[in-house]
């Protein structure tokens, strides 16, 4: 069972600067076949459902802001939210779908 | 505009049954892996079972393997999740997602099962 931690739990940033949220896996979710790493982000805002943002750990779903941008390979990726907009305040996820997919704890970005 | 629309939540005691349907329009239903997430109040969401596009091939987490069952109608782009000798800890959201073994592109609103006496 492969799990991911994310950190920080919470983060506080200025509009218009950077969020830099960080998940780790336990064991490598890049799958030497294809050379995909298997991991997405989320994000959530309060009652809605989340929303992905990320697969394959850097490719952004279409609509999705440019400021949204995901990083890393092996077991160690990167968020990062570039000129932080309000309406970034939300709950963030990392997802591994390398085996049954399980997510991180969560990241709550605030202003 | 694709839509998955969740029903069938509800309070149960428990021990009991419940079955949560969810109707899925704008996407080929029948090529679409489909999935049950689940979200407990102020958790992170877990992952409950995926379904392959044919139905062939069913896969269940550790906390409901062998108490859920997932299935589908692709006639009637419907998915389903019967969920028996129910607990208190499988009280939360449950979402209907389309992805299934894999990330989740697609959810719904998200039906809410409270298991309580």
């Known amino acids: 069972d492969i799990v991911v931690t994310q950190s920080p739990e919470s983060l506080a940033v200025s509009l218009g600067e950077r969020a830099t949220i960080n998940c780790k896996s336990s064991?490598?979710?890049?799958?030497?076949?294809?050379?995909?790493?298997?991991l997405a982000w989320y994000q959530q805002k309060p009652g809605q459902p989340p929303k992905l943002l990320i697969y394959?750990?850097?490719t952004r779903v279409s609509g999705v802001p440019d400021r949204f941008s995901g990083s890393g390979s092996g077991t160690d990726f990167t968020l990062t939210i570039s000129n932080l907009q309000a309406e970034d305040v939300a709950v963030y996820y990392c997802?591994?779908?390398?085996?049954?997919?399980?997510f991180g704890q969560g990241t709550n970005v605030e202003i | 505009e694709v839509q998955l629309l969740e029903s069938g939540g509800g309070l149960v005691q428990p021990g009991g049954s419940l079955k949560l349907s969810c109707a899925v329009s704008?996407?080929?239903?029948?090529?679409?892996?489909m999935g049950w997430v689940r979200q407990a109040p102020r958790k992170e969401p877990e992952w409950v079972s995926s379904?392959?596009?044919?139905?062939?091939?069913?896969y269940y987490g550790d906390s409901v393997r062998g108490r859920f069952t997932i299935s589908r109608d692709n006639s009637k782009n419907t998915l389903y999740l019967q969920m028996n000798s129910l607990r208190a800890e499988d009280t939360a959201v449950y979402y209907c997602?389309?992805?299934?073994?894999?990330?989740?592109?697609?959810w719904g609103q998200g039906t809410l099962v409270t298991v309580s006496s």
């Open positions: 704008g996407l080929t239903f029948s090529t679409s892996p």
């Open positions: 997802q591994q779908y390398y085996s049954d997919p399980r």
């Open positions: 064991q490598s979710v890049l799958y030497s076949s294809n050379n995909n790493n298997y």
């Open positions: 394959w750990a850097s």
């Open positions: 997602v389309k992805g299934g073994h894999s990330y989740h592109d697609y």
């Open positions: 379904i392959t596009d044919s139905g062939d091939n069913a």
